[in-house]
């Protein structure tokens, strides 16, 4: 259960910093940082730096991606960015544009 | 998880800085900076503590909110509401238990008869803040430009009288008695030109 929402009618530009889970349905610039787990729903846009657990990226992420957990990149994700974490899937159907750097 | 429409939601552990602007509702549970600017319902929880302006068609506050609030139907100041800051929509209701410390406006949509109360806002024992009131109309900024014109008088004066660097201040505020300026000069200009 997400604690954070930002819904799909918002635009947040600024920074959101959070010890929970936040859900993307909107727009965020900025910078994103959760202590807990990140969805970008489909649809949402984040233009950001985004760091937290583990992530579920369905939407358009451009930006670079930090999670101390895993990063799930599914179809339709759009993610323009470097991203960085212990595990990271990209389902068939995902964009991706950018480094990956996996705990070798 | 929430469906498409759902609210946004500024959980209690969370903290933004940032313009929040969109047409939905927003709840805050948590720390909010800046400025929030939307089309549907604020809801300020308990737990919430915001240091923003906000702006909505209807808000109602259960938290701490340094701020101005300006809504177009309605502000609902519940028990627990701290606001400091000025309150402006048709409808506003205060409930017991509920402390408010700032300006407050009935009657019309947010905007509108603002000019004739600017004032009066000053005089209430209203919080010293700087954000700028979202649209002041004209005779509110002529108010207020006049108001600062005098200060920068006070000012100019002051300066002139304390210190050497005013030359232009002095002119530009025209009043000031003009024998001051050379006298001033000597003591920094001309003395410094002198020694070398």
């Given amino acids: ?104 | 998880m929430a469906s498409a429409n759902a609210t946004t939601i500024i959980g209690r552990d969370t903290r933004v800085r940032a313009r929040v602007t969109g047409a939905s509702d927003v709840e805050v549970q948590g720390h909010l900076e800046g400025e929030l600017t939307v089309g549907g319902e604020v809801r300020v929880t308990e737990t919430a503590t915001i240091a923003a302006d906000i702006r909505a068609r209807r808000i109602v506050v259960r938290g701490a909110v340094r701020g101005d609030l300006n809504a177009d139907e309605a502000i609902l100041l519940e028990e627990g509401a701290k606001v400091v800051g000025d309150v402006r929509a048709p409808r506003v209701a205060i409930a017991p238990g509920g402390l408010v410390k700032g300006y407050v406006e009935t009657g019309h949509a947010g905007e509108g008869k603002r000019a004739s109360h600017s004032t009066a806002t000053r005089a209430a024992p209203a919080p010293v803040r700087h954000a700028p009131p979202a649209k002041a109309h004209a005779p509110a900024k002529a108010h207020a430009n006049a108001n600062a014109n005098a200060k920068a008088h006070a000012n100019a004066k002051a300066h002139t009288n304390a210190k050497p660097k005013g030359r232009g201040m002095t002119l530009a505020g025209g009043k000031a008695p003009p024998p001051v300026v050379p006298v001033l000069k000597k003591g920094t200009k001309a003395a410094l030109t002198k020694r070398r």
Avoid: W
């Fill in chain 1, 1 to 104: 259960m997400a604690s954070t929402v930002i819904g799909a009618n918002i635009t947040i530009e600024g920074e959101v910093i959070a010890d929970e889970d936040v859900v993307v349905q909107g727009t965020v610039r900025g910078k994103l940082s959760a202590k807990d787990g990140v969805t970008v729903e489909s649809g949402a846009v984040v233009e950001a730096d985004v760091s937290g657990g583990p992530m579920t990226l369905a939407g358009q992420v451009t930006g670079n991606v930090t999670s101390t957990d895993r990063v799930e990149l599914q179809s339709g994700a759009r993610v323009v960015g470097n991203v960085k974490a212990a595990r990271i899937t990209i389902a068939d159907g995902a964009h991706f544009k950018g480094n990956v750097d996996m705990d070798v």
